[in-house]
């Protein structure tokens, strides 16, 4: 057997164990009560107490059979008792040949480093009739070892002196306390059996240490089995935690990289804006149902009508929303408040208000705000539309301004 599976799985020499059959009553079952029955048992069969045994036991529900096997502890070489608390478990040498089932009728070895065990089945039984076991003698030759072969099988049954012995070796061992598997190489085959050992309470039942040692070992690996769940879970958790922590991290750096591209395009996107905006401003003012100097020259057309002129316009202000803003100098204050009522009776202009009149240096300075009529373009677009230099102003600029004052001029020396 392998190194590995041989400090894992303790098999102790099989020529101290006595092993016997029992029929499992009616009333007993599974747990607690099997293993009192069989604990009640071996205590009738024994020479030695209880406390001195090395035992376990193996039942087949179908024939309702216990198979038990004990050892006097200290009887056991020390070599053998080496390592038990360490072990996962602590077999007899033959337990293999007790898991071959259906076990056909005959005799079968098992032979490991130490040990030779000779197992006779009858019938259909899954446990054998009889166990015969002997220590494999010190250097021995081929012949010394089928000598002692011959010399057991014929103690098994002397009828079968001349029959051929298949003899098993045991390879390696593997699984947990949940389920086993024992690998069995056929002396001179190149072939091998698997036999298993299934249930955890079937395994630890099978174990020959003590009963108070097993159970405080099934305590421990359960709760080491429970601290290392929990440890993988805080593993994972840390590792998750590790990953959430990267992810913000990443985010960051997006987050900040992404920014710095923004202001990075601030000024170019602030760019885009102003001239959207102006466009904005362009399409509306290309849209407006009136144009700068038909409305102008509606104000002028009032003016020129009336004779005589004393009006000069000095500067005009426009905006987008049907609406201009005048300014001008007259000799007197009459002339201003006649041509705002010669506006006002007009077609052109909805509204006309007299804003800031002041008399200075013999001069009357005014601002007139009107608001153009829409409907009254038509008629203005009829005519020919002047050119800019026939405006009587000074200075056209557009403008949003809107300024709503007292309508009546009245003289206003300046000081």
């Not at 079968?108 to 002997?134: C, Y």
């Not at 922590?245 to 395009?265: C, H, Y």
């Amino acid at each position: 057997m392998d190194e590995e599976a041989d400090v894992a799985f303790r098999f102790l020499p099989g020529h101290y164990f006595f092993c016997r059959t029992l029929a499992l009553p009616e009333e007993v079952n599974g747990g607690e009560e099997l293993f009192s029955f069989a604990e009640l048992s071996l205590e009738s069969l024994s020479p030695f107490p209880l406390e001195q045994l090395a035992w376990g036991y193996l039942v087949d529900e179908a024939a309702r059979l216990v198979f038990l096997f004990a050892a006097c502890r200290p009887r056991l070489p020390a070599e053998a008792l080496e390592g038990w608390e360490e072990a996962q478990h602590v077999f007899p040498s033959f337990l293999p040949l007790l898991l071959r089932s259906p076990a056909e009728p005959g005799i079968v070895a098992i032979e490991d480093e130490t040990t030779l065990s000779l197992l006779n089945f009858e019938g259909q039984s899954r446990f054998p009739k009889q166990v015969l076991s002997a220590p494999l003698p010190e250097e021995a030759t081929l012949e010394d070892m089928e000598a002692l072969r011959r010399r057991l099988l014929v103690r098994l049954k002397p009828s079968a002196q001349e029959s051929e012995l298949v003899v098993f070796k045991p390879r390696k061992v593997s699984g947990d306390s949940e389920a086993l598997t024992f690998e069995l190489a056929k002396e001179g085959r190149e072939e091998f059996e698997e036999v298993r050992l299934e249930g955890e309470e079937t395994v630890w039942a099978a174990d020959v240490r003590e009963p108070e040692f097993i159970v405080a070992e099934r305590r421990r690996r359960k709760a080491s089995q429970r601290v290392g769940i929990a440890l993988a879970a805080a593993g994972g958790a840390a590792g998750l935690l590790v990953l959430l922590v990267l992810l913000t991290w990443l985010g960051g750096w997006l987050v900040s990289r992404r920014e710095a591209l923004v202001m990075e395009q601030d000024p170019m996107v602030y760019g885009i804006q102003q001239s959207s905006d102006f466009l904005l401003q362009l399409e509306q003012f290309s849209g407006a149902p009136f144009r700068p100097f038909t409305i102008l020259a509606a104000a002028n057309k009032v003016l020129q009508e009336r004779q005589p002129r004393h009006i000069e316009f000095t500067s005009a202000a426009l905006s987008n929303n049907n609406e201009v803003s005048i300014r001008g100098e007259a000799d007197n204050v009459e002339e201003v408040n006649r041509y705002s009522e010669s506006l006002r009776q007009s077609n052109y202009f909805t509204e006309v208000i007299l804003d800031d009149v002041r008399t200075r240096g013999g001069k009357v300075n005014f601002s007139l705000n009107l608001r153009f009529n829409p409907d009254s373009l038509e008629e203005l677009l009829a005519q020919p539309e002047p050119e800019p230099e026939a405006v009587a102003a000074n200075d056209t600029e557009t403008t949003t301004d809107e300024t709503i004052e007292p309508e009546t001029a009245t003289p206003e020396e300046s000081p």
